[in-house]
């Protein structure tokens, strides 16, 4: 089965001082990284949703084949550029997206490969740390116009996966990835750099 990887890479990225899709790691940016990270998990094709800075994110960042949509409510949080990437999925054909967000370089493609396994139309798939659950997540396409509906303000599938949260599947990923998110310089150093 096919599945589409939608990057969230819209944030001003306000407690870091600048959009973090425009962080540099490693020698890449933080959107270039999100995407090639769901490229080379097996994702095809990969949406990026820009908001902040959008033009110089796309003048700056080699995003490959990657189709990018811009979020222009992207200043109303993460849920607006959730539904913006799902609408623009959904004329693709493909049966179910990952969900991946920008400041997450630490997820790697065989957690992206881990978690698109178990792809169907009515999958629901969160990536297991410990007692913790994160991304990727995979969402089937029965779900999308709920969660698209639930995802408001700077919350995005997480009210629905709650309200549905005897059909999520958890994958356990700790062994392979590594779920902490980049909020501030101070975190940029250490294991993902």
């Known amino acids: 089965m096919t599945v589409a990887g939608l990057l969230l890479a819209a944030g001003a990225g ?9 962080v540099r790691m490693g020698g890449h940016l933080l959107v270039e990284r999100g995407a090639q990270t769901l490229r ?10 820009l908001g902040a800075a959008a033009d ?42 990952l969900v991946l967000l920008v400041d997450l370089p630490g997820v790697t493609p065989a ?7 178990l792809a169907s139309p009515d999958a629901l798939v969160m990536a297991g740390y410990g007692p913790r659950r ?19 303000g700077d919350v ?5 996966l709650a309200a549905h949260a005897a059909a999520v599947r958890v994958v356990p990923c700790d062994d392979v990835a590594d779920d902490r998110d980049v909020d501030t310089p ?8």
Do not use: F
């Not at 949080?77 to 693709?92: P, Q, V, Y």
């Open 14 to 22: 306000r407690r870091y001082g600048m959009p973090k899709a425009l």
């Open 156 to 160: 995005g599938a997480r009210p629905y």
């Open 40 to 49: 080379e998990g097996g994702c095809d094709p990969v949406v990026v949703v």
């Open 134 to 152: 994160g991304h990727p997540v995979l969402l089937g396409r029965e779900h999308w116009a709920g969660v698209a509906a639930a995802a408001t």
């Open 111 to 117: 957690a992206v490969r881990r978690v698109a396994a």
């Open 56 to 97: 110089r994110v796309r003048a700056e960042a080699r995003l490959g084949t990657a189709i990018v949509v811009e979020n222009p409510e992207w200043p109303t949080g993460m849920g607006s550029s959730l539904g913006r990437g799902l609408r623009a999925t959904l004329e693709l054909g493909v049966q179910a997206i």
């Open 186 to 193: 101070e975190e940029h150093t250490g294991s993902h750099a």
